[in-house]
């Protein structure tokens, strides 16, 4: 999905306000979610509770969520609903296009479509300005919209990753450092998530570090 938002002139993200909140689980089901809770501060009364929705975090919650979402797009008579279906990962919403027509199309078509499954679209950003002043929302950042891990400056259509703050700290404190170790490089390049490899160019040089470094 992040190669598809570089294929077309236009693009358009959002995502789905509260997705996992909003999917029931079968009363036969709940008790799997059973956790315990203190009723006081004295620790001493435990309650037990059950999950009504899905869980955040659960190992099965992805594919149930997905699964949901193409289940409700397949059978919705609305042909859009068809040329959607792989545009979600998880609870984002990502498209491209040739045309600005098309985008604006879709766009005011999508939301419908997902209200009718309880998963409204928010947190809406595309390239465009003339968009993004009618429908983007003041609490969205337009130079440094999230797409997947990633920084998508809207204004200037540009991707960026965003610096993890172990490097930005290792880097202001650079000149009390007295010795770089192997396990300080790994740690500093494991924080770094770039799957289009933006960064490789310098990251290259720390792994290079690491490789003929890695027998002493």
Partial sequence: MLLEILSEQYAVVADISKAFLRIGINENHRDFTRFLWFADRDFKHVKTFRFKVLLFGATCSPFLLNQIIQYHLQNHSDPIASSVKKSFYVDNFMKTYEKCEDLELESNKVNPIMLEANMPLGEWARNLSSFNDKHSPDTVNLNAVKLLGLLW????????????????????????????????????????????????????????????NCGD
């Fill in 153 to 212: 400056d809207t204004c200037n259509d540009s991707l960026s990753v965003k610096m993890p703050s172990q490097i930005v700290t290792y880097l202001n404190n650079l000149g009390n450092v007295c010795t770089l170790t192997k396990r300080k490089v790994v740690s500093l390049l494991s924080t770094i998530f770039d799957p289009l490899g933006i960064l490789t160019p310098v990251t290259i040089k720390g792994k290079n570090y690491f490789v003929k």
